[in-house]
């Protein structure tokens, strides 16, 4: 069965120390997004990409965090340097394109926990 | 005011009965509905989307969609210890870049 693949699925890391994520979205998928989920809240997107291209990254704190999909298939999330309050669960979905019916699928996250 | 609302519960049904969770949101053009199930520490799951006024069934569960009230319902039929978790609602609007918005769940627990 196709799924997201994230990596690595916990990490650890003390504040001003760099962290990254990776991505694999689903196997064709055009669209994929990163977003943030705090705790007893639901997720929040960080940014969306269409193929290699940035669609969205309103709500990306463009000061610490960066993204690229160089190639259209995989991408990376990076923050540097990391802050206390950027502890959460970093998700990445895929959808087929970008359409309002598009289901988006996750991947299992990222637990970060910054010390 | 929030966009996309859930209670967030915890709502308590025993096992066997309906388990009927809803969603109110505020954007009139919304286009499409989903529903998520998130376990404690894990990702989200699809559940159902819904694109048009009425019911949808799937297996034990029914979303139910109201574009003129502006909400979105999911029901759980003969619900199980299993189906214990967090159910997010997602709205997408019909155009743009079709962002999904979330609600802030809803923590569904089923009493053995």
């Known amino acids: 069965e196709a799924e997201v693949a994230q990596s690595p699925r916990y990490k650890i890391t003390e504040k001003s120390q760099a962290v990254a994520f990776w991505c694999d979205p689903i196997s064709g998928h055009a669209t994929l997004y990163w977003y943030r989920q705090i705790l007893g809240q639901g997720p929040e997107l960080l940014v969306q990409f269409q193929d290699e291209s940035v669609v969205d990254d309103s709500q990306l704190p463009k000061d610490r965090f960066s993204a690229e999909r160089l190639k259209g298939v995989d991408s990376t999330l990076k923050i540097q340097p990391a802050e206390l309050g950027d502890s959460a669960m970093y998700l990445c979905?895929?959808?087929?394109?970008?359409?309002?019916?598009?289901?988006?699928?996750f991947g299992p996250g990222t637990r970060l926990t910054v010390l | 005011q929030k966009e996309v609302e859930q209670n967030s519960g915890p709502l308590s049904v025993p096992e066997g009965a309906i388990a009927s969770l809803n969603c109110t949101y505020s954007d009139r053009v919304s286009q499409s509905f989903f529903w998520y199930r998130q376990y404690s520490g894990k990702s989200p799951e699809l559940i159902m989307s819904i694109y048009s006024n009425g019911d949808k069934e799937d297996g034990r569960f029914t979303a139910q969609l109201n574009k003129a009230s502006q909400y979105v319902s999911l029901l759980i039929r003969d619900s199980q210890p299993s189906d214990s978790a967090t159910y997010l609602c997602?709205?997408?609007?019909?155009?743009?870049?079709?962002?999904?918005?979330f609600g802030t769940g809803t923590r569904l627990k089923v009493l053995a």
């Open positions: 997602a709205v997408s609007p019909p155009s743009g870049t079709y962002k999904y918005i």
């Open positions: 979905a895929s959808s087929s394109g970008l359409a309002t019916y598009n289901e988006q699928f």
